[in-house]
């Protein structure tokens, strides 16, 4: 199957608020005051995390109707862990990115356990950011 691109444009607002647009829409990404910010929006690492929920939605969604069941609302909870050392110029050996991050789904269905576990691990193996966030993709950055 051909690549679908997806594209986004940045600009620097402040140095800590970045407003980003994709296709129709603005994301103000900034930092919370506690780490220089002025609280005006998620922060980078947060949006990684409503990433991954948006997309384990999405694709819950697609798998169960292949699945031939329904749910009555997902709730998402998710939580990751990284050092900050490296990030605030520290030394450290550890990595800068999470050092683990937990997704907890609660689905309301009447589907039987077996079920949702296979459903649960299709998912886990369909969703991109999922899948981006697990294994290595190769970043170019560069200069204009």
């Known amino acids: 199957m051909k690549l679908m691109n997806f594209k986004i444009k940045a600009k620097s607002e402040s140095p800590t608020k970045t407003v980003v647009t994709a ?3 603005k994301m103000v990404i900034d930092e919370p005051k506690m780490l220089g910010g002025e609280n005006l929006g998620a922060n980078p690492v947060e949006y990684l995390l409503g990433a991954l929920s948006g997309c384990l939605n999405v694709v ?3 798998v169960a109707r292949e699945m031939g069941f329904d749910f009555n609302g997902m709730e998402i909870d998710i939580e990751g862990g990284l050092n900050p050392a ?8 550890e990595r800068t990115g999470y050092q683990f991050i937990h997704a907890k789904i609660k689905l309301n269905t009447e589907m039987d356990s077996e079920t949702l576990k296979k459903w649960v ?4 193996e369909r969703c991109p950011v999922s899948d ?3 294994n ?9």
Request: charged share 30%.
């Open 121 to 124: 691990k299709e998912v886990e």
């Open 132 to 134: 981006n966030i697990g």
């Open 60 to 62: 819950g969604h697609i």
């Open 136 to 144: 290595a993709t190769p970043i170019t950055i560069s200069l204009k």
């Open 23 to 25: 296709r129709d829409f």
């Open 86 to 93: 490296k990030f605030m110029g520290k030394p450290s050996d």
